[in-house]
């Protein structure tokens, strides 16, 4: 297993692209977050994943969690890896001053984010569920809840998590159980279950904040009588410190294929007569307060993918270097580095595609959240937060399947070795595996896309999505670059695919909602081969341009130029797949009686 | 997780339909192997596979193998279960009557393969292994290693296994150090260290039968250097029984990610002067002695990842159908099972389709191997071998990698359950990794298939398996039946897409080798979905044929043509990416260079 090196080159060349790091320095917003200020973070996000997080990642997983009485022990250095990450101000990063907070970018704290699931994803998780918690609160609560929360969990000191699932209610939230009674003080006296509670108990922090759906006693059924409460595990008494025990507890953690080190609990409320708990947002009104954090931590799953098929990668790059196999296939006498042969390589640049065109579709997801937040008019804002709800689902699916895609490739370039656990490529794919599962799994993205996002508007967003994916094309028009024309056709053939895809989904919905539900999947599937596909192809006309002016390192920029090609020649090919089984795959989905499956 | 059920409905049409059992019925061999008796046998082995190995499958994955001093202990019930598999006669089932076998043919023993695979693949790998050894023996062992060892193994009284692997020889088996060094008695003195060796120590049986690969103090460097060797762990004394204790012994049982309950031995030979080992075959003629093995171990590799497949489809179809949540895309006010979803039902059926089609393709070669083993002439066999020698690295790779998707696709369709172990699919999803990686990696396949299979005869093999192919198919253009039709113009389509890139492969070759090497992957990709699909098609054939002649279960015939339907709608469609990856993709993976990869 190699050392882990965050890729800051890339990094910093897909923020000032597809993240639109410039663009964001003319908002007055971000009017000091220029290019210095934002290498020397990732710079020092890079070396702290690197030297404090990494390092322990292994030991970890093999170490997992100790829950004894309600208390759960984390893995040996993890309080420590958590305490540098919250001293050198990481989590404070996109959060709004008045709390505390830095005021930076999104797409800066997503490409971070990737940084710290490369290096210990079961770590990672902890400050993913403190972000929802923290624009919960900024949205929905009140005045003395902001007070009194936003700024120890801002800080870090406190952590956040999201108390969603019951055992008969997963996808369906309109089931949940979990009760709520109104107290004489204000106050709610919650009881019940929930299960799969990242990081609901830990020993990291002095306190935990729980953010909870329950229903109250005349709430109507379904989704529409769901309220959302704050609950923490220790009331915070009148100087805004830890006081009383409140009435929860953990009462068990599942054993997991992966994230070991990450406890996901199963929390009790009110053994004892009931937890307390406030209204955060108004009554029944649980469902659209949560909504307004799905969609940050729907990107901030991807990143996990992400940041997991990037460290995937850079492990079988140093084995396929190392480890020496056969001969060369021209001959020769000597055993050569596996690299050389073209079916590793092969490998090797699939994932490395793939990486790349998952990390600038997320950072251009990123973009368009920061714009849409910083917008000055309703209408820009409107037609920006179209553009964040149209990619949110597909950052959050495609990203992870790519995770799982990208982790097993490195399995197989290890041979043996990658499925022993001692190779250490094992834990990445264990752990990229929930990722299209949890937050929303990856079908309910699909069903996401297709219904509230395409359908709804008839597929203008789409539309306006590929008019600039288009429009961004056509630099490369001008090129007589060889890779650079085969990489334009091949990017708006696809574009094209997409078009006619969305058109088709249309009007199957038309014809019977289940038809278009059925190739719900492989839209997405397009959707993110194509889009990540023309992200990169943007990339590598900057790349051109920047190496016909010398501008910069060449060798980086005849990298993503053979990188982008690559992907336009061996991996767009897959949006034919895709689009052929929307354009026909339907009927054949739904034929067969239910009880002949 | 659901209590496993053998699938005897599909295996049953899928032996009379690709596997040709009626065909096989006709020679003289097999006069005895009606579908009266195929029935007996296969419902008795799933009979057993489902009650006695399947309910062992999860504890056993969570108790592991146990290493003290040299012993592995293996999991609890494991004793009783082989027994109860040896004590039924299956171990014998494809051998020769010489020995104790049955002398039935190998494409019904593939089929009962997936069986056990399916029940408990940890315990299905120990006569996986025992199959190599027996294989060996039969064809190059001497008259009195044959009578010594042969009767034991076939019986499975005593158990075989394959020395290949050490550190710095995985795929590249010219780097073996192993030694052997010729002793007065014509025996020979093993020494050295061998990793992975599957099943290599363990309580089953009174004696272990390793069959080595090492080299003499004279033999030439690399693969012609080596020498098979037969190495006991207690010498058979004068009357064949177990006598001295051999000098060999398990250091190590390796940490794996799956296959918890299959010790995965690090074995040393000769620390205390050298193991005593008997040449099989010539003096420097091991590897292509080993060859002689490998194509059966490499097709019952490949129904590992069937037998997973099949698992794992059980386990995700019974979920849907208890699993309530979320109401139907349609309305109503109740949540529905969730297989009423219309992307569940697309998981299931593609879940089912790849399984069928991996089936198929599977019992396809087997029938082939009977063919070629029982042919009279030596142009038929050569034929037939021809087309064995095309099909096994299709099977080995394509079914495997096929096992790893379906597994993966039932841990989504449990969701949470799916992540966490007590879910059971889990499991498999972790056992059916190492299938793509071990007997040859999938890229070692490829570039058979490529080298091999098809550039030394320049595709004429691959020209005949077409021929056949299409001459199926012409059956279902008789028909007016809208999914035939369908089906069969996919299908007629696809056999064109691996028809042009067989000439694409042998022109890229001729042009550069290493660009060929680049699209192996590919073009085995291409491969198995086409002649899967084909295979498919046939079956929907038959079915629909059998509706008319309402000759049989009509519900299974209609599921049948319901599955192929979808196969050739959804699945087929994966040709056109992978023939597009061979058509253009070659440059793009050679491009780069080595050290900016």
Known sequence: MADYRAPLADLDFALRTSGGLDGLHALPAFAEVDADLVDQIVEEAGRMAAEVWAPLNRRADQEGVHLKNGVVRTAEGFKDAYRAYVDSGFNTLPFEAQWGGQGLPWTLALALMEVWHSANTSLALNPLLTIGSVELLQAHGTAKQQATYLPKLISGAWTGTMNLSEPQAGSDLGQIACKAERAHDGSYRITGQKIYITWGEHDLTENIVHMVLARLPDAPAGTKGLSLFVVPKFLPDADGNPGQRN????????H??????????TMSYG?????????????NGGLSAMFTMMNNARLAVGIQGIGLAERAYQDARAYAFERTQS?????????????????????????RALTEGSRALALYAGNALDRAKQADDADTRSRLQTRVDILVPVVKAWCTDRGVEVTSTAVQVLGGMGFIEEGGVAQHYRDARIAPIYEGTNGIQALDLMGRKVLRDQGNGMQALLADLRADLGGLD??????LTAIRRSVARGLDQLEAATATLISLSQDD?????????????L?????AGALLAQQAGVAAQQMAAADGPSEQYRAKLAVARFYADNLLPRADAAAAQVRQGAASTLALDERLL
């Not at 009435?247 to 599942?254: I, K, N, Y």
């Not at 997991?256 to 609990?265: D, F, L, R, S, V």
């Not at 053994?271 to 009554?283: I, S």
């Not at 959707?527 to 889009?531: E, Q, S």
């Open 327 to 351: 001969r060369d296939i021209h001959g020769g006498r000597q055993s050569v580095p596996i690299v050389r042969h073209p079916n590793i390589r092969r490998k090797l640049l699939t994932m």
């Open 247 to 254: 009435d929860l507890r953990c009462t068990g953690v599942e």
């Open 513 to 525: 909602i289940a038809k278009s539900a059925a190739v719900a999947d492989p839209f997405l599937e």
């Open 527 to 531: 959707t993110g081969t194509v889009v």
């Open 256 to 265: 997991k294929m992966g994230i070991h080190a990450c406890p996901t609990c």
């Open 478 to 483: 001008r090129s007589d670059d060889a890779d």
């Open 271 to 283: 053994d004892d007569g009931g937890a307390t708990g406030w209204l955060v947002g108004e009554e």
